[in-house]
């Protein structure tokens, strides 16, 4: 049994954690996470926030450990950067298999929430690829509680079958209870106004939900990034050697870029945090960072912590072909897999902004988040085909000597 964080001395305030700690001569050593121990995966605990984070508020009193947690960070090795420019990488892609991604931080603290509530189930709403419903399924079911999601599809499609693509059959392998919508519908009728019919509808057959917005964005879980960047400190803090200039993240309901920019100015990193939109303009993620920093009553301005780039190009969920070979290539050069719709368009953005503006980067050390979603690229398997890798047919021919049996095989 390890002694407990609390009885410790400590290096600072700041690195208050549950993952570090030092011994009596300073030493630092890392408690093992809680998914350490036999039971600790899956279970709930007491939360308490970093110190530089105390003071906003809605401070989590509980969270459930649903990821592997923390993520690796290691050097990206991308070709073609601006001079002595280092690109780093946490992956947060590797916080799971079925919870992979950005999301699972989130739902650590909203299922806490969820179950302290006395919910018998959740309901949450996204794209008919939402990584965000996939997860909150798994994570729902993690905790013993039933799944609901609204799926916006398009209008062609929305009374058909919608198939076993990608998050969907993870989705339906859980037994999530899917209701499609139209684009249409959803633009006209509203997210909230989506949820809260469907609400209704679970109270009436008495039934106890719990509603988790679009991204699981919102006040708490905007905790789970705020998070991140305590583990992203602690990370720095072990390994001595490494400091970050830059913090680069896909944006869509903007609750990851907005508790990364407000962790980062709180905390002691102070790193310029850069969201890349995959969905809508620079003004709106401003106005929707600005909302998610004032729900937590931080008193800043999100223009002072962020900055926004335009990366969404066709639209949400669709792509150039430029943007599909991009993450070949760079899945080719690197091992790194992007998805095509957040992190991939992300990581597109940031090397054009690099290379049209390489002073702005040159010498700079930038940490780029992935993410996750690679179970969105089975929803473009037809845009990939002609792009992707070769294969052909092995040739057994000189296997087939005269004084060799010939090779049998049953077809
Ligand atoms: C949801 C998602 C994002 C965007 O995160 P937000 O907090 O919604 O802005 C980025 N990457 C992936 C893979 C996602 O699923």
């Keep these: 049994m390890l002694p407990s964080t609390s009885t410790l001395p400590l290096f600072s305030p700041q690195v208050v954690h549950r993952r570090i700690s030092t011994t009596a001569n300073g030493v630092a050593f890392a408690v ?4 350490a121990h036999i039971g600790g995966f899956l279970s709930k605990k007491p939360y308490t926030a970093p110190s530089w984070a105390s003071e906003l508020s809605l401070v989590p009193s509980h969270n459930f450990t649903l990821g592997q947690f923390p993520t690796p960070i290691h050097k990206w090795n991308l070709p073609n950067l601006p001079k002595d420019t280092e690109v780093w990488i946490k992956r947060d892609d590797l916080a799971g298999m079925e ?3 950005n999301k699972v931080r989130k739902l650590e603290f909203l299922m806490a929430d969820a179950v302290a509530q006395g919910a018998d189930c959740v309901i949450t709403v996204g794209g008919i ?4 419903c996939r997860a909150t399924a798994v994570a729902a079911k993690y905790v013993n509680l039933d799944c609901h999601m609204i799926l916006v599809t398009s209008r062609l499609i929305v009374d058909e079958d919608p198939g076993l693509v990608g998050n969907l059959l993870v989705e339906r392998l859980l037994g999530a209870h899917i209701d499609l919508v139209s684009k249409g519908e959803f633009t006209r009728i509203g997210s909230v106004a989506l949820t809260n019919l469907l609400k209704k509808r679970l109270l009436e057959k008495e039934r106890k939900p719990y ?4 991204g699981g964005s919102n006040s708490l879980g905007n905790w789970g990034y705020i ?3 305590r583990e992203i400190e602690q990370q720095i803090q072990l390994s001595g050697d490494v400091q970050f200039d830059d913090i680069v993240v896909a944006c869509g309901s903007g609750g990851t870029v907005a508790g990364l920019a407000l962790g980062s100015r709180l905390s002691s990193l102070k790193t310029k945090v850069h969201g890349f939109s995959v969905c809508y303009g620079p003004q709106y993620f401003y106005d929707n960072v600005q909302g998610h920093i004032d729900g937590l009553q ?3 301005k999100s223009h002072d912590i962020v900055r926004i780039e335009d990366a969404k190009g066709l639209g949400y969920a669709m792509n150039t072909p430029e943007e599909l070979k ?3 290539d760079i899945a080719g050069a690197t091992g790194i897999v992007l998805d095509p719709v957040y992190s991939g368009k992300a990581a597109y953005g940031m090397l054009k902004d690099m290379s049209n503006n390489p002073t702005k980067w040159e010498g700079r050390k930038v940490l780029f988040v992935h993410t996750g979603g690679l179970l969105g690229l089975y929803d473009k398997v037809d845009q990939l085909s002609s ?8 040739d057994l021919e000189e296997l087939v000597h005269p004084k060799m049996a010939p090779v049998r095989c049953s077809d």
């Design 99 to 101: 919870l992979s991604g």
């Design 129 to 132: 690829q939402s990584n965000h």
């Design 227 to 229: 998070e991140a960047i």
């Design 298 to 300: 931080s008193g800043l």
């Design 326 to 328: 991009f993450v070949k």
């Design 32 to 35: 093992p996470s809680a998914a």
């Design 211 to 214: 509603v988790i917005p679009g």
């Design 387 to 394: 792009l992707a890798g070769s294969w052909s047919r092995m």
